[in-house]
C-alpha cells in the first residue's frame, strides 16, 4: 500500500535534538508524545532523542517485557513465549503495565511512548489514563515491509544493556562497550518478522484510523535518515504547541 505523507517543511535548524541540553521545551500543559509504527521502524531511536529534548521519559513496553524475560518470573515466561512466536501480549496485561508505569511521578510532565498503544482497545484505555494530562501527540513512522525484513535481519542487540549495535558500522562488533555480547534477538529472524509484521497489520493499522479521525495523527517518513526523522518529529511537536498558543 502506498502511503501519504503530510507535508512537513524541513526547516534548517542549528540545533542537533540529540544533544539539546538547554532543557524542556515551555508549554502551558505535558507533552504527551506516541510514536507508531511497524517493527524496525526506528521507534526506539527516535524515542530516546525526543525524551533527551523534551526532558520527558521514554516509556518502552518492549524493554520492560524484555527485562520481565530476563528476569524468569511467571509472567516473564508468558511473555517469552508470546513473543518468540511474534504475536501481542493481550490487552489487559499491555494496559496494566503502562498504568503502572504512568503513575509514576516522573510522567507528570508528559512521556515519549514506544509500544503501546497497538490495539484500539489499548489506545481507548491510554485515554483514560490520560485523564487532566494534556493532549496526545501521535506520529506514525511508516517504513514499507522490504526495508523492515533488511532493518531487523541485520539488527544485533547487546544481551547485557540492550543497546543496538551501530548499523552503519559495517559487520557489527561481537561485543559492546558494557561487557555484553552483541546478539541477534529470537524475534528478529525472518521468519518471526514476517509474522511481526502480519500481526502489526491486522491490530496496530486501525489504530491509525483511530487516530486519524481525532486528528491527532502526524505521518513521517521512516527510511529517511535518522537525524532528519528527528528533526520533523520536533517540528511537528513545535507546531502543535505553537498552534495551541496562537
Known sequence: MTRTFAPVAVRAVPRDVRARDDGR??????????????????KGTQATRLARWLSVPTI?????????????????LAVKTVVERGELIDDAMMTGIVATRLAESDTHTGFVLDGFPRTVEQAVALDGLLEQRGDLIVVELA????????RLGQRRVCERCGRNADPLSGTPPKDCPCGGAFHQRPDDAETVIR?????????TRPILDFYRQRR????????QAPDLVTA???QVIDAVFDHAAS
Open 143 to 150: 517504513v514499507p515491509e522490504g526495508a523492515i525484513i533488511r
Open 25 to 42: 521545551r515551555p508549554t502551558a500543559s505535558p507533552t504527551n508524545v506516541v510514536l507508531i509504527g511497524p517493527p524496525g521502524a526506528g
Open 195 to 203: 509474522e511481526r509484521l502480519r500481526t502489526y497489520e491486522r491490530a
Open 60 to 76: 518502552s513496553t518492549g524493554d520492560m517485557l524484555r527485562r520481565a524475560v530476563r528476569s524468569g518470573s511467571a509472567i516473564g
Open 216 to 223: 491527532a495523527l502526524r505521518a513521517i517518513d521512516g527510511t
Open 232 to 234: 520533523q518529529i520536533s
